[in-house]
């Protein structure tokens, strides 16, 4: 069996050593331009299209969570990669555990007030707040799918009310699910604490905006963890001017990486990370790229394939 790999910046001989141990017997190459040699799986992260083209694989695997970058790339090219041959993406390989560690720190550094006795020390003022009650900081979580419901699952032992809203109905333990447009208003009426985890899509680009940010209670938060082109920036601002927010904290920008001249850097409510949330765990996603292929060989069901149509 023939493997080739293309990342833009990971270390490939790692990846090579680690994906021949995984996998005895196959052989396992880094891709370069020119080879159109023969391959059977294609293991790639903003892949050049002459890697992919022309190529009868049996498998591509991406080597993160979101395929959005590929999937337009797909569009405008779809002789790259014909929808015969199956598109995986990382399901959690520890991105999960990340995801969890980023927004459950966020959300209690909010509900502890943190924020505020930040703004005080740097104005040297000694007040003791009112604490935040849990009742009153409900979180939810756009997208349930494999990031979303583990975040759900490290929030539920803090006592939080939790919901998820997510395209069909969910069955988390401790989390009210809401399914579908048609119950997004409900969902966002009581969120405290809007965390997003969904795909970049055609239906979800755009979606944090003005007309939704003005459906969540006074004073709320938001924690973006998803893709930068799901907030629409200028009305992310004016909620944040209005009062409507209280504060977010962003780890993905419409832009990457953020220019310079962007309003966000400096505004004192807005706390930032760049698109470090969840990174790829090389070890882990080796050992699902390799578990996943021995199956797909032995001709067993498999998890982690996209679905083209659907964008995710
Ligand atoms: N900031 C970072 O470092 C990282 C960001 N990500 C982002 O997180 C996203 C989510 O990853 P996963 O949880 O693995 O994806 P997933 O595919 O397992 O879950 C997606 C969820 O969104 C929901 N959804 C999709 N379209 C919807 C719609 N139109 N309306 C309502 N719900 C909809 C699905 O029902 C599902 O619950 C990725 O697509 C990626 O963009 C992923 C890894 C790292
Ligand atoms: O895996 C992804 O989709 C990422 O955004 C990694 O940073």
Not at 5 to 17: E, G, Q, R, V
Not at 76 to 94: C, K, N, Q, S, V
Not at 108 to 134: M, N, T
Not at 258 to 268: D, I, Q, V
């Amino acid at each position: 069996m023939d493997i080739i790999f293309y990342h833009p910046t990971f270390d490939t001989a790692y990846w090579l050593n680690a994906l021949s141990a995984a996998l005895p017997g196959a052989r396992v190459r880094e891709w370069k331009r020119g080879d159109k040699d023969h391959a059977d799986y294609a293991l790639v992260w903003h892949p050049p299209i002459e890697m992919l083209q022309g190529r009868d694989l049996k498998a591509v695997f991406a080597l993160g969570a979101g395929v959005d970058s590929i999937l337009s790339k797909l569009k405008a090219h779809p002789e790259m990669l014909p929808e015969h041959i199956p598109l995986f993406r990382l399901e959690d390989t520890g991105m999960g555990e990340q995801m969890q560690e980023y927004a459950v720190s966020q959300v209690l550094h909010w509900f502890r007030r943190f924020d505020d006795y930040q703004a005080f020390k740097l104005q040297a003022h000694w007040e003791p707040l009112a604490d935040y009650q849990r009742e009153d900081f409900t979180i939810g979580i756009l997208g349930a799918g494999v990031l979303g419901s583990k975040v759900a699952e490290a929030l539920a032992p803090w006592g939080f009310p939790l919901r998820c809203w997510s395209r069909s109905r969910k069955e988390l333990p401790g989390v009210t699910s809401y399914a579908g447009v048609e119950e997004l208003p409900d969902f966002l009426k009581e969120t405290r604490v809007l965390i997003n985890l969904l795909p970049n899509t055609a239906e979800t680009a755009g979606i944090i905006n003005g007309a939704l940010l003005r459906q969540l209670p006074d004073q709320s938060y938001l924690i973006n963890l998803a893709r930068g082109v799901h907030v629409v920036e200028p009305d992310l601002l004016a909620a944040l001017g209005s009062g409507k927010l209280k504060g977010a904290m962003l780890d993905v920008y419409s832009k990457e990486p953020l220019p310079p001249e962007s309003p966000l850097w400096a505004h004192p409510r807005v706390a930032m990370t760049p698109h470090i949330a969840a990174v790829t765990r090389p070890a882990e996603a080796v050992d699902y790229i390799a578990r996943t292929i021995t199956q797909l060989e032995a001709g067993k069901p498999v998890s982690g394939q996209v679905d083209r149509q659907r964008g995710y």
